[in-house]
């Protein structure tokens, strides 16, 4: 059961035209005609609301590590803003900066990076605790009670272990619970089960689940994978070069997929089925280079119904139903595919 | 009242495991043996040398007790051409080879980390200065440098000191700074950060106890270098006449005609305990290496 | 029936560690027939890498074949020696690590690193190995006009179809593939299998592909292995190790993989608890300590591996039993361990 409903009135992250550039190479590298600037992120835009659960989709090079670091403030954006219960977080200093880090916790990849290998359990999770100023006595406490929350059986037992001494679903839900320690607003999730066996993956999902479902809390679910942001995203954002393609409901994308590089995507995903379509994908071959993105649309080298507007013009987020859609195709004057 | 969040080791504690000595080298355990010999001759100096290594010595028969060869007259190495006792300036010493090395070496490892740290971690603008800095310090060449500094200052065992401080910080600082950069983009930094630890809790907690082993690394190395450069400063002529080092000896042995005279027993030892203190320290070194870098194999 | 292209029969493979010895794979048993692409999956640690690695003689330092059989065209090469199994390598049996396309030697050419194999394995002259190099990079499916280039050049994907290329450069009979797109984005990896299909079906090859992923084992696999814990849990064909599962922890790992095309709501369930420390391992069925289904006899003795349908071999105490434990295996409950 939800603690709240999701649709109540302000959102509680706005995320608007959001960019992240990096300088790269030198002069040598711009006389050879290479690009010196790689937009890991170009212009993304959206709304999160409180309660909702958000899967952040694309492959490999399309920004959406570098938005998730974005909304946690470990990169700086060089362009757009981001907005956090009203208050802009982008240009957040000193102790503003801390009280937001309480509300805003970050759920690693790998967990045996996530976690410093000297410190022992308890002194990892005693970490945020005293920076948010808990007194000592109460810090065995809440770190007994996160470790409750994640489903680890008999807590006290792991609190003067170190991180090797535990299996890779421990840690991260270790790393879960530290995240969840402060009681933040929302999570951001960055492919949290991808370094786990597939038979540990299950179990640690569905501790996310049921702990975002109590605590109401907020996420965002980064992932390459779009079964996993099937099982715990009702809504999906589709990134490809640092823009957003499609936003909408996930079954919605999963089931009628709109924009030509979701439909590639959801065609693509493998399911453990044998009878399965061997179909080529709707996709050109070639992989998406941040340094130097197609013009106009960023996917138009590799869509294949590509028209002259393509190259002339960057496609603006469209509504279209209960989605919303960058593609020239979906615009009033063109019909679809 | 103990923390009971926190069930750590004390710092001194932490600090010597940090150290982790490589103690299953059998190179390195040899070195660490030398050193404690010469630490206990350092210290203990007072009560092991015979005589003021200074002092002018004379025989029973008021002659002077000058190019006394080893066993006569009770001396255990004989004496210099003033009449000096050379095994109690040989003890004497290592007081301030010691006392010179240790203190480079920590200047050295010091400020180096420091740089190496905070270039590392912060990166931007602090970075770019600290590198240009010691990419002049890299230019530099060292022993003359110090002469000169002698040049200006008086002439005085610190000056070794001060020009190791003032220079050859850079080497330790770039291999420092390229360990942080790597440490710095662990997911436990990240996490530090996201769970709103400051940066310089970040670089104490995290970061400095896993450059430690390094910062000790290229301390043991400076020692040798310092007694090395001391030793060369004062046999060219321009240490410290007030304190008898290993390297005085040898220019006061070189002046007096020591190898014409054939009086090896002057000019032997201490370059001798030259030569093993600093073997012991890239002994050290080496097996340090062996713990840091364990691929590279033997 | 002809003569499966390769027949691993009983293999063991030990790793020295410390003082002792571990059994990464303790009697592992199956075929591969000619033509045919096979799956190897498992979880981490389950020995389908070192399987994979025994077949063609190239493992770590510290570990050894410590019995059965390799029949590669009737011929046992698990202990012939090197030189012999060298001739081999390349030319009959060829390997794709994982991560191969990471191996590449960032220094050269991949057209000379193909060179390096057409040439100094395969004996041809220049003119020879250039029309084979372009041959591979047509067969692959990159552009011969890249063949100068260096490895940091391509993408990933490109960079393990390169590595591809070199497998198949002395039309090998049977090709072992690592893990050849577990670190791909999913498009790519889809092109990739594509690939290795047609490229299968084309030669007439056999491909050992080794996966963690059972979607990838549906996707392109026409015989299935499962591993646990350094023995075979089941093998068949795909479709029935897939659809109708003999061993619980096939049907366990079922639970686990997500499908697009199921229902929304469907609940993933995990195996609770991990495989055994190999350096220990249990008495009896390996997978018993973490199986619902498990009963005293499961504990006492290792289940043989058994025929009960034909070409589908499932080594469980319980097999004939298979369709009650896998009506119960679907439900949520059974997976459940009590707190």
Redesign the interface.
């Given at each position: 059961m939800r603690a709240s409903n999701p649709q109540t009135a302000e959102p509680l992250v706005s995320v608007r035209d959001v960019q992240l550039h990096y300088r790269v190479g030198g002069v040598f590298s711009a006389m050879r005609g290479r690009s010196s600037v790689v937009k890991a992120v170009d212009g993304v835009s959206f709304e999160i609301r409180r309660g909702e659960s958000v899967g952040l989709l694309g492959e490999s090079g399309c920004g959406k590590t570098s938005m998730g670091r974005l909304l946690l403030k470990l990169e700086e954006a060089t362009g757009g803003e981001i907005v956090f219960a009203g208050e802009p977080v982008t240009g957040l200093k000193g102790a503003a900066l801390k009280r937001y880090r309480a509300k805003a916790q970050l759920i690693f990849q790998n967990p045996f990076d996530a976690v410093n290998s000297r410190f022992t359990i308890r002194a990892a999770l005693s970490e945020p605790l005293e920076n948010a100023g808990i007194p000592a006595a109460e810090r065995e406490g809440r770190i007994v009670k996160a470790l409750e929350l994640v489903r680890l059986p008999q807590p006290q037992q792991f609190l003067d272990r170190y991180p090797h001494q535990l299996s890779g679903g421990q840690l991260q839900r270790v790393v879960m619970a530290r995240a969840l320690i402060l009681e933040p607003d929302f999570v951001v999730a960055d492919e949290p089960v991808s370094m786990l066996d597939v038979s540990v993956r299950a179990g640690v999902l569905n501790v996310f689940r049921d702990v975002r479902d109590r605590l109401g809390l907020t996420a965002i679910y980064i992932s390459h994978d779009l079964a996993l942001v099937r099982y715990v995203c009702e809504r999906t954002i589709v990134m490809y070069l640092g823009k957003v393609m499609e936003d909408g409901p996930t079954e919605d994308i999963v089931r009628e997929p709109l924009h030509p590089y979701t439909k590639a995507l959801v065609a693509a995903v493998p399911v453990p089925q044998p009878d399965q379509s061997h179909a080529p994908l709707p996709i050109g071959r070639g992989a998406p280079d941040p340094r130097n993105p197609p013009s106009g649309c960023v996917f138009r080298d590799r869509c294949p119904y590509a028209f002259e507007r393509c190259p002339r013009e960057v496609p603006r987020l469209r509504r279209v139903g209960t989605r919303q859609v960058a593609c020239h195709l979906f615009d009033d004057t063109t019909e679809r595919p | 009242?103990p923390?009971?969040?926190?069930?750590?080791p004390g710092l001194p504690v932490r600090l010597f495991r940090s150290l982790r000595l490589p103690l299953n080298d059998r190179f390195a355990v040899f070195g660490l043996a030398i050193y404690a010999i010469f630490v206990i001759a350092a210290l203990f100096a007072d009560q092991i040398a015979p005589y003021d290594p200074t002092e002018i010595l004379y025989t029973e028969d008021y002659d002077l007790a000058a190019d006394l060869r080893p066993g006569e007259e009770g001396f255990l190495l004989g004496t210099t051409s003033l009449g000096r006792d050379i095994f109690s300036q040989l003890i004497y010493g290592t007081r301030s080879a010691l006392l010179i090395g240790i203190t480079a070496a920590f200047m050295v490892a010091l400020i180096g980390s420091i740089v190496g740290l905070v270039s590392g971690y912060f990166g931007g603008w602090v970075d770019a200065v600290f590198m240009r800095l010691a990419d002049i310090a890299f230019g530099i060449p060292f022993l003359p440098f110090v002469i000169v500094l002698a040049a200006f200052l008086e002439p005085s065992i610190w000056n070794v000191v001060l020009a190791m401080a003032l220079v050859l910080w850079r080497d330790t600082g770039r291999v420092i700074r390229s360990q942080v950069l790597t440490l710095r983009s662990?997911?436990?930094v990240?996490?530090?950060?996201?769970?709103?630890?400051?940066d310089l809790?970040i670089i104490l907690r995290?970061i400095a106890?896993?450059i430690l082993p390094l910062s000790f690394l290229y301390g043991s190395i400076a020692i040798g270098w310092a007694i090395l450069t001391e030793a060369s400063i004062s046999f060219l002529g321009f240490g410290d006449p007030d304190s008898i080092s290993w390297g005085y000896m040898l220019q006061d042995a070189f002046a007096s005609q020591a190898l014409a005279k054939q009086a090896y027993y002057w000019f032997v030892p201490p370059g001798l305990c030259i030569i093993l203190v600093v073997a012991a320290g890239f002994f050290i070194t080496r097996g340090y290496e062996n713990i840091l870098f364990p691929k590279l194999g033997r | 029936m002809t003569e499966p292209l390769l027949s691993v029969r009983n293999l063991k493979v030990s790793y020295a560690v410390g003082g002792g010895a571990i059994d990464a794979v303790d009697g592992a048993s199956f075929d591969v027939p000619r033509g045919s692409i096979l799956g190897l999956v498992g979880e981490s640690g389950c020995g389908k890498t070192t399987v994979a690695r025994a077949i063609t003689r190239v493992i770590a330092d510290n570990a050894s074949i410590t019995g059965g059989e390799i029949v590669f065209e009737g011929r046992d090469i698990a202990a012939i020696p090197e030189r012999q199994m060298n001739a081999l390598r390349w030319r009959d049996i060829a390997f794709i690590p994982q991560s191969a396309m990471n191996s590449l030697d960032p220094v050269y050419t991949v057209e000379s690193q193909l060179h390096e194999v057409l040439r100094r394995r395969g004996g041809m002259d220049r003119r020879a190995a250039q029309a084979r190099a372009q041959e591979l990079f047509e067969m692959v499916g990159i552009e011969t006009n890249r063949l100068r280039d260096y490895p940091h050049q391509f993408s990933g994907g490109m960079r393990q179809r390169v590595a591809i290329a070199l497998a198949l450069a002395l039309n090998p009979k049977l090709v072992i593939a690592d893990e050849p797109v577990t670190a791909l984005d999913v498009i790519v990896q889809r092109q990739i299998l594509d690939q290795l299909r047609a490229l299968q079906t084309m030669l007439g090859i056999s491909v050992i592909l080794v996966t963690h992923d059972i979607s990838v084992v549906a996707y392109i696999c026409d015989r299935t292995v499962v591993m646990y814990a350094g023995r075979i849990a089941e093998e068949g064909p795909m479709e029935a190790v897939l659809t109708r599962p003999m061993h619980p922890y096939t049907m366990g790992l079922r639970n686990a993989f997500p499908d697009l095309n199921g229902a929304a709501s469907g609940i993933l369930t995990p195996i609770e608890g991990a495989p055994p420390n190999l350096a220990s391992p249990p008495q009896g069925c390996r997978f018993a300590p973490r199986c619902p289904f498990a009963l005293e006899v499961c504990t006492k003795g290792q289940p043989p591996l058994r025929e009960l349908v034909p070409g589908h071999r499932v080594a469980c105490h319980r097999a004939d039993e298979a369709p009650v434990l896998r009506e119960l295996a679907a439900k949520t409950e059974t997976w459940l361990v009590p707190a």
């Open positions: - | 009242m923390d009971l969040a926190i069930a750590r662990r997911g436990y990240d996490a530090a950060r996201v769970a709103g630890s400051s809790k995290h106890p896993n | -």
